[in-house]
Every structure is written in C-alpha cells, then in structure tokens.
C-alpha cells in the first residue's frame, strides 16, 4: 500500500472514528468536545497499531512530492471560502444548525432542558405553552421527555461545528463546514483519478467544483451539503480503490471497511441514504456477476452487507433518539402514497429488494449476465432512454406548473404564485437548476460529452450516469415540497452536481483536443468565478454586534426576557439565537400589552430583572422603562421572492437579479434594518 494513500487513509479513519465517537456520545448525553477528541484519538491509534501490523508497513516514509497543481487549486477554493458566516438567525436549518452546535457542548446531548418549566405554576405554564411553540422556531418538544426540548435534525454536522468551536473559539465553528468543503474538491480530484486514465482531467474535476457558486455559497453557510458531499465521494471513492489499486487482501478489506464506514458517518450527515439503496444493489448485482474471483465475491457480499447494516443502525438511532426527525422526514416521503402502514409496506419492500437480490445471484445468474451483456453492447440506447426520460420529466412539470390552472400538488403557497408564467416558468425547473450551476457552457459541454462517449463504451460514465438519473427523478419528485430555489438548490450539491462534472472529466480525455470543448470550458470558468466572486461581497446572517449589545445591556444571570411576539422577525429570527445560542430565558408573549397579566407579574418573584424585546416604541407607560435602542440587520444573497418580503428596509451591494437567473442565482447582497427596543419592567408601580 503507498505511503501516500495509508497516510490519507489514515485522516478518513481519523475523521470516521471523531464523527461516530460523538454521534455515541450525545446518545447516552455524554458528549463534550474534549472527551470526544481524546476517546477518538485513543481509538485511532490503536486502529492505526493494528492496520500497520497487519498491512506489516516497516518501510522507511518516504517524502510525498507536493502536487503544485492541486495545491493551487486547493488555495483557489479556500480563498473563495474564507470568512464562512456565523449564522445566528433562527427561522431556518441554517440558524438552527448553529444553535444546535452550541446546545450540544452545553448539555451534551440532542436534548435541551427547559429551564423555565420547573419554576412556573399552572397558570404561568398554560400562558407560557399557548405563546410559545417552540416548533415555530424550529424547536419541538420531547416526545419521550417532559419539559424538554430537542432540535429535530440531522445531528452529526452540529457536533462537528461544536469541536470546531472548541478547537478555533465559539464564533469560528462554521470553519468545520469549509474543512470538509475543501477536503470534498481533494477527494473528487482523487476519485477522478481512478474513473480516468487522462492526466488532467482531475484537476479540470476539482477545479470546476473549487470554483462552483452553489458549492462556494454552501461551503459557507453552515446547512449540511457539503458535508454529505465529503462523505459520499469518500465512501465511493474507497470503494472503487478495494477495487482497483488493492494489492493484498488485507489492504482490500481495509479500503472496504474505511468505505462503509464513511457511508456510516454520511447516513448521520442526513437521512437521504435511503435512495442510495438503488443504486449499492444495481452495482452489487453487476459486480457480482462481472468478478470471477470467489475472493472478490465474498468482499462485495461482505461490504454490502455492513452497508446496508449500518444504514439500519442509523435509522434505528432516530428512531430511538430523535423520533421527533425520523416520524416526519419519512412520513412526507411515503405517506402520502402510503397510507398509514408506511412502515411496514417500505420494510417488506427493503426486505423484497434484498431477497431478490439473492435469489438472483443464486439462481438467475445466466439470464442475469445476458442481459447484462446486452445492455452493455446497448451502451448507446440507455443513455438515449434516460435523457428521453429527463427531457420528458422537465416537459411534463413545464406544462403543470407554466400553463395549467392550478399546480395545486405544490406544498407551500410560494411555489404556487408562481405557476402559470408559460414559458417563463422554465427557470424553476430541475434541468434549469443544473444549467444554472454548471453554466450555460458547462451544460453544453456536458451535452457535447454525452455526444462523445455514446460511442466510448464507458462502464464507469454508465454507472454516474444512472447514479445521476436516479436522483435527478428524486429532485424532480422533491421540487414540490421546497419553498423556494434556494431550499431546492442544495439538493443538487451532494448528488447531482459533482455526478456531472465527474462525468465531464471522464469525456475529457475524448474532447479535449477539440477547439470547442477549450472554448466552452473556459467561458464556464469564467462564468463560475464571476458568480463566486459575488458571494464573496459580504456574509451571510445577522450581525453578531446586535447580540453583543444585548449581552452589554442585560446580563444573563437570574433575568428574564418577555419577547413580543406580534413581529415574526423579533419572535423566530431573533429570538432563537438569544435562547438557543446565549442562553437567555425568553417568554414568548402575543403581545406587548400581554406582559402586564398578572400571573406574568408574579414572575417577578423568581427573577432579579424582567425585560421586554419588542419592535414597537412604547410610550406613557411608567411600567416600562426604555434601557436601549439596538439595531439589528441581517444580510442575505438575494435568490428568492421571499427575500423581498420577509425582511424590512432593505439596502443592496452588488448587481440587481438579472433577467434569466432572477430569484434564481444570487446576485446581489441585501442588508435588512430593524430597530429592536429594550423595557425594563417595573411591576411595583401601580
């Protein structure tokens, strides 16, 4: 094994082993930055004892020769990435996520205590659970634990930005997010060394996804993407090196194992891996039937199996843990096709899947191979059929969302004010999506290249090929449960996206001689830099000088906060990071005149000092006493209608929407105003 690929080896290991000691952790409410890192450390290097004993590694370390090219490319991507933001504004996963990171060195745990509950009498409680749902916030209550909260989402992305913050202090853990960013482009770069004999088409790989707005705006902005995207390409790549470059069976098993464990951290990145089932069964089929060497056989029944084991655990963990995430996310997905017994029908039909699988392999095996063999000689007709069925699928939602009456099958209102535009209603489709992020050029070198290697016989561009199909049917079944594109852009980066530009890399070696392909790679290069030079105006988020204000004028010790909920701003975006990531206790009132109740007043008793938040300037009341005046903004890139609505007093930097990616491609940066006054509560005077 190469010094090179055990030392990367190694780092993966290192990163599995982190990711999945702190997923156990919060399980049992154990969790903490320092005691995640030293039981990872200490579970590695006894890995690393018993890998380099069997591997029987002796051999001096020779010196890597640094890979300049690669190296710049790498700067070129960190450079776009730098300063990712802080995003404290709750209402959306962004904010959450955050939130989440720091409610998990806090408690240790997925669980967050209310600390308000235990102090108030019935009265108290019955105002406080009208007023303050915490699902607004995107916070529910415990279905399994009284007077207790939980963020409902994916966990192991947080508990990264939690050790960030432990390692680079409590604003910079949103750096995890460009880690595994960076580290996604090091690892396409080497997976597309193994998919292509051409010397450079790897960097062409890594350097279209270094300088991808979608994966720029993404590396920045703490959602989970990118950090699927790193485990997904890693597990894939894995995988394909057991297969090719393993000299010894110890070195494939090893390869294989670092793979399914990868899988493993993804499964915990977010619970997508479901729709990977698919597609691991389609390829152990045709592995299966394509190896010869028994060895070979028994190694792909054996990593498919952990596999598939370890995405059972994974949901199994939700279930137990955060049923709060499991029961919803999958009921959107099946029940409405369904029914009720969504569970037991997608169970027998996982179970019906793996037992024909077997009793393929075990009895269909020469009908199997023919057609196999066929499809192959068929290379052609599949990639014909499937673009058919995209152009087909794209069609089919122009027609219902551009021209009929009603796209009344769209979730949310805002999908639906945007129906019946004819024409117009293209740039909301899936296909448009990808030719908004490969660009214009990219998506006609891509067409150039399915027109190249028609005629390849590619086994690896086949399997990219329907891997991409599979998810492009998926994003186009998805597209009417999403608010916005922004929501349905992400769905693009972890799959479909890097599928596209692997596939482009792979056609190189075929198109690159060709004048048009030169032309057309360097006007996406330029049109990609361009649109990822505009995310670089500001970052996004609200300013973090709002909340040091807030920290200078009340002092969290033993004082309340009575927020006004009659603005949607104060109540969800503002108030979230003031209780979730400074650890205020907020009441949520309906009102501002609310918080002269009675039994509110008897809060009084409790706490030292009781404030108000609220946006309305309050006069004439002697019960309030004016301590501050803040003023709170928050900026975003414009890519969606709500942007204009959501937010007040709005200023821009940058170029207004133009025409053809308008609400579409950000291209410019807004900055909203509010003014938020601080009451200090006198209760005493009459």
């Given at each position: 094994m190469?010094?090179?690929?055990?030392?990367?080896?190694s780092?993966?290991?290192?990163?599995?082993?982190?990711?999945?000691?702190?997923?156990?952790?919060?399980?049992?409410?154990?969790?903490s930055?320092?005691?995640?890192?030293?039981?990872?450390l200490?579970?590695?290097?006894?890995?690393?004892?018993?890998?380099?004993?069997?591997?029987?590694?002796?051999?001096?370390?020779?010196?890597?020769?640094?890979?300049?090219?690669?190296?710049?490319?790498?700067?070129?991507?960190?450079?776009?990435?730098?300063?990712?933001?802080?995003?404290?504004?709750?209402a959306?996963?962004?904010?959450?996520?955050?939130?989440?990171?720091?409610?998990?060195?806090?408690?240790?745990?997925?669980?967050?205590p209310?600390?308000?509950?235990?102090?108030?009498?019935?009265?108290?409680?019955?105002?406080?659970?009208?007023?303050?749902?915490?699902?607004?916030?995107?916070?529910?209550?415990?279905?399994?634990?009284?007077?207790?909260?939980?963020?409902?989402?994916?966990?192991?992305?947080?508990?990264?930005?939690?050790?960030?913050?432990?390692?680079?202090?409590?604003?910079?853990?949103?750096?995890?997010?460009?880690?595994?960013?960076?580290?996604?482009?090091?690892?396409?770069?080497?997976?597309t060394?193994?998919?292509?004999?051409?010397?450079?088409?790897?960097?062409?790989?890594?350097?279209?996804?270094?300088?991808?707005?979608?994966?720029?705006?993404?590396?920045?902005?703490?959602?989970?993407?990118?950090?699927?995207?790193?485990?997904?390409?890693?597990?894939?790549?894995?995988?394909?090196l057991?297969?090719?470059?393993?000299?010894?069976?110890?070195?494939?098993?090893?390869?294989?194992?670092?793979?399914?464990?990868t899988?493993?951290?993804?499964?915990?990145?977010?619970?997508?891996?479901?729709?990977?089932?698919?597609?691991?069964?389609l390829?152990?089929?045709?592995?299966?039937?394509?190896?010869?060497?028994?060895?070979?056989?028994?190694?792909?029944?054996?990593?498919?199996s952990?596999?598939?084991?370890?995405?059972?655990?994974?949901?199994?963990?939700?279930?137990?843990?955060?049923?709060?995430?499991?029961?919803?996310?999958?009921?959107?997905?099946?029940?409405?096709?369904l029914?009720?017994?969504?569970?037991?029908?997608?169970?027998?039909?996982?179970?019906?899947?793996?037992?024909?699988?077997?009793?393929?392999?075990?009895?269909?095996?020469?009908?199997?191979?023919?057609?196999?063999?066929?499809?192959?000689?068929?290379?052609?007709?599949?990639?014909?059929?499937?673009?058919?069925?995209?152009?087909?699928?794209?069609?089919?939602?122009?027609?219902?969302?551009?021209?009929?009456?009603?796209?009344?099958?769209?979730?949310?209102?805002a999908i639906?004010?945007?129906?019946?535009?004819?024409?117009?209603s293209?740039?909301?489709?899936?296909?448009?999506?990808?030719l908004?992020?490969?660009?214009?050029?990219?998506?006609?070198?891509?067409l150039?290249?399915?027109w190249?290697?028609?005629?390849?016989?590619?086994?690896?561009?086949?399997?990219i090929?329907?891997?991409?199909?599979?998810?492009?049917?998926?994003?186009?079944?998805?597209f009417?449960?999403?608010?916005?594109?922004?929501?349905?852009?992400?769905?693009?980066?972890?799959?479909?996206?890097?599928?596209?530009?692997i596939?482009?890399?792979?056609?190189?070696?075929?198109?690159k001689?060709?004048?048009?392909?030169?032309?057309?790679?360097?006007?996406?290069?330029?049109?990609?830099?361009?649109?990822?030079?505009?995310?670089?105006?500001?970052?996004e988020?609200?300013?973090?000088?709002?909340?040091?204000?807030?920290?200078?004028?009340?002092?969290?010790?033993n004082?309340?906060?009575?927020?006004?909920?009659?603005?949607?701003?104060?109540?969800?975006?503002?108030?979230?990071?003031?209780?979730?990531?400074?650890?205020y206790?907020?009441?949520?009132?309906?009102?501002?005149?609310?918080?002269?109740?009675?039994?509110?007043?008897?809060?009084?008793?409790?706490?030292?000092?009781?404030?108000?938040?609220?946006?309305?300037?309050?006069?004439?009341?002697?019960?309030?006493?004016?301590?501050?005046?803040?003023?709170?903004?928050?900026?975003?890139y414009?890519?969606?209608?709500?942007?204009?609505?959501?937010?007040?007093?709005?200023?821009?930097?940058?170029?207004?929407?133009?025409?053809?990616?308008?609400?579409?491609?950000?291209?410019?940066?807004?900055?909203?105003?509010?003014?938020?006054?601080?009451?200090?509560?006198?209760?005493?005077?009459?």
């Open positions: 190469r010094i090179f690929h055990i030392r990367l080896s780092i993966i290991l290192l990163i599995n082993i982190v990711s999945l000691t702190g997923i156990s952790l919060l399980a049992i409410s154990k969790f930055s320092t005691l995640c890192l030293l039981t990872s200490i579970i590695w290097l006894i890995s690393c004892f018993l890998i380099r004993r069997f591997l029987n590694i002796n051999k001096p370390v020779k010196k890597v020769k640094f890979n300049y090219y690669l190296l710049i490319i790498l700067f070129i991507g960190f450079l776009f990435r730098l300063n990712p933001s802080i995003y404290l504004s709750g959306q996963d962004q904010g959450l996520y955050i939130s989440m990171s720091h409610q998990f060195e806090k408690n240790g745990s997925l669980d967050i209310d600390t308000l509950m235990p102090n108030m009498n019935e009265s108290q409680l019955e105002i406080y659970e009208k007023y303050n749902p915490p699902s607004a916030m995107g916070v529910s209550r415990s279905w399994t634990k009284n007077q207790t909260e939980v963020m409902p989402f994916y966990p192991l992305h947080p508990m990264w930005m939690s050790l960030f913050a432990y390692m680079m202090g409590d604003l910079n853990r949103s750096y995890s997010i460009v880690f595994f960013s960076i580290m996604s482009i090091f690892i396409l770069y080497k997976l060394t193994l998919l292509t004999k051409d010397q450079t088409a790897p960097y062409l790989a890594a350097l279209l996804l270094a300088i991808n707005p979608l994966h720029v705006f993404l590396s920045k902005f703490p959602v989970t993407e990118n950090v699927a995207l790193f485990f997904s390409l890693t597990g894939f790549y894995y995988f394909l057991a297969l090719k470059k393993s000299t010894s069976k110890y070195e494939y098993y090893l390869n294989l194992t670092i793979s399914a464990l899988f493993f951290s993804f499964f915990f990145v977010r619970m997508s891996g479901f729709l990977y089932i698919p597609f691991f069964l390829l152990l089929t045709v592995l299966y039937l394509s190896v010869k060497n028994q060895f070979n056989r028994k190694g792909l029944i054996f990593y498919f952990v596999v598939f084991t370890f995405l059972a655990l994974s949901n199994l963990y939700f279930l137990i843990y955060l049923p709060e995430l499991f029961f919803p996310l999958y009921e959107t997905f099946f029940y409405p096709i029914g009720n017994n969504w569970i037991q029908i997608v169970s027998l039909l996982i179970i019906s899947l793996l037992i024909s699988f077997l009793i393929t392999i075990k009895y269909l095996k020469k009908p199997i191979a023919l057609f196999l063999a066929f499809l192959k000689v068929r290379y052609k007709l599949i990639i014909i059929c499937g673009s058919i069925l995209v152009i087909g699928i794209s069609f089919y939602q122009l027609y219902k969302l551009g021209y009929s009456e009603n796209y009344s099958n769209f979730v949310f209102p639906q004010q945007i129906g019946q535009e004819g024409l117009k293209l740039r909301f489709l899936p296909l448009y999506t990808i908004l992020y490969l660009s214009p050029f990219g998506f006609l070198l891509l150039f290249s399915f190249k290697m028609l005629k390849s016989n590619n086994k690896e561009f086949l399997f090929y329907i891997f991409t199909l599979i998810f492009f049917i998926v994003n186009s079944v998805l009417k449960y999403v608010q916005y594109h922004y929501y349905y852009a992400r769905y693009y980066m972890t799959e479909i996206i890097p599928s596209l530009i596939m482009i890399a792979i056609s190189w070696e075929y198109i001689n060709t004048l048009f392909s030169r032309i057309l790679i360097t006007a996406s290069c330029c049109y990609l830099i361009f649109f990822s030079l505009i995310l670089t105006i500001g970052v988020g609200s300013r973090v000088s709002f909340f040091n204000s807030l920290r200078d004028t009340i002092d969290y010790n004082n309340l906060i009575l927020v006004d909920g009659s603005n949607i701003i104060v109540r969800i975006v503002v108030t979230t990071p003031i209780r979730y990531f400074y650890d206790r907020t009441f949520l009132v309906s009102d501002f005149e609310e918080v002269f109740d009675p039994e509110l007043e008897t809060l009084k008793r409790i706490y030292k000092n009781i404030y108000l938040l609220s946006e309305n300037v309050i006069e004439n009341n002697p019960k309030l006493i004016l301590v501050n005046k803040l003023s709170f903004e928050h900026s975003f414009t890519n969606g209608t709500h942007t204009y609505n959501f937010f007040p007093n709005l200023s821009y930097t940058g170029i207004r929407p133009v025409s053809y990616s308008k609400y579409l491609a950000p291209t410019s940066y807004a900055t909203s105003h509010l003014s938020i006054y601080i009451y200090k509560l006198n209760y005493d005077i009459e």
